[in-house]
């Protein structure tokens, strides 16, 4: 599978696509004005201690306080005994009001809500992950290989110096890894948790101890691997950062960096802007001629499948199983895509055969399989309804490049001009009956002031002659179809 990771760089935003066989599968974005700060870590000052929820709020310095709940608390006596201290143990007895404290940011805060943090600190390098509460060695599942994986910790572990209570993961990208160079990071981590120990000392609450890497960086960290052909940069700086970077951690991916000088735009390359454009849409064309309808919602995301123009060659179950089995592919594209988290209802269009509905679900196993954040895939319910979970940890593509309509505040519709017209006569009536007045005018948009002098010209008389009073039409330029006034003249 050729794969290439596209980072579109300037002083104020970041963008990067990972495209495999020309197709954009994932895009992450960072401003400067609004950067994630997800692995960001915090020196915070609790300001409440909620026993009924066994959370606390941190305040970390942002416009939201953090929220910490006690399952992500470290307590040191897990530490000295070895053994887990129960959880149910009241949350008081953890933290208090006013305590200083070392958080760092495991979900960027999302809508309405802060920041969700943890004090089981990890740091991350280009093999491992390091954490300084931690006990172990653990490695990733996505490395399948058994002896591979009995290497891999066999080195970690040998690299462990007496007496050090910290705990390791070993990364994906660390297969077939050397084991100098796990020791090397095993020593940059040591250093690196030393430093932000010590400046954690040092600084006062609601202020950043350490950030994580920027997104050209991060990318290399976490998505460079040998299936990785190339990695395009167009901007000079981040090159040079990411060479340098490289040579440091990762010098077989030097030869794979180039910076992209054409005069044509980076993203225009594999149609990403294109594709970004149609991520913003509700409906995704399949190419058989069906479709998928996606809504994001606060509560969940929904996803329905239908036929569309795709009328088939055989019969309509045949029909039904070829839309389904490409719509699976496709939603696990949009997902990651999207990156659409927290509960996903899938309605795909029923199958009546049940070998239907099991290959159809493992296409979407397979399809999801790719997917580096975790989900979890249940059965078909009763309903015929395929229900799962995308780990959440930032905003979706849509939040992120969007906001909701001024006119419809994110409803997704407007009342018609026809229900404004009754709205407005009820209301010409309600004034006229409450208020002294010569003549009324009405304030509105220009579809309603229109329906009102053609489709409702009749009753617009009528309504005269009920209150005795002229009654004067403005279009108001400014108004949305929903908005209007009665003035009293």
Known sequence: MATEILINASVHEARAAVVENGVLQEVLLERASRRGIISNIYKGRVSRVLPGMQAAFIEIGLERTAFLHASDIFDPRHAETGIEPPRSENIRALVAEGNEILVQVVKDPLGTKGARLTTYITLPSRYLV??????????????????????????????ICAGETAGYIVRTAAEDA??????????????L????????????????????????????????????????????????????????????????????????????????????QRALDRKVSLKSGGYVIIDQTEAMTTVDVNTGAFVGHRNLEETIFRTNLEAAVSIARQLRLRNLG?????????????????????????ALADDHVKTSLSSVSPLGLVEMTRKRTRESLEHLLCQPCPTCEGRGFVKTAETVCHEVFREVVRQSKQFECQQLMVLAHQDVIERLLDEESSALGELELVTGKPIRLQTEALYTVDQYDVVLM
């Open 130 to 159: 390091y954490m300084p509460q931690g006990q172990g060695v653990g490695v990733s599942a996505r490395i399948e290989s058994e002896p591979e994986r009995v290497r891999l910790r066999e080195a970690v572990q040998s690299g």
């Open 193 to 276: 948790w030393e430093f932000v120990r010590q400046k954690g000392l040092r600084t006062q609450p609601g202020n950043l101890v350490h950030a994580d890497l920027p997104l050209h960086l991060r990318m290399l960290r976490d998505s460079m691997r040998p299936s990785v052909d190339r990695v395009l940069i167009d901007q000079p700086n981040a090159h040079r950062e990411m060479l340098e970077f490289a040579a440091s951690f990762m010098p077989d991916a030097a030869g794979r960096i180039e910076l992209y000088g054409e005069t044509r735009p980076l993203f225009e390359l594999h149609h990403v802007e294109d594709e970004i």
């Open 178 to 191: 050397p084991r100098e160079a796990l020791t090397a990071d095993m020593q940059y981590l040591r250093k």
């Open 342 to 366: 927290g509960i996903i209802i899938i309605d795909f269009i029923d199958m009546e055969e049940a070998e239907h509905r099991r290959q159809v679900i493992q296409a979407l196993q397979k």
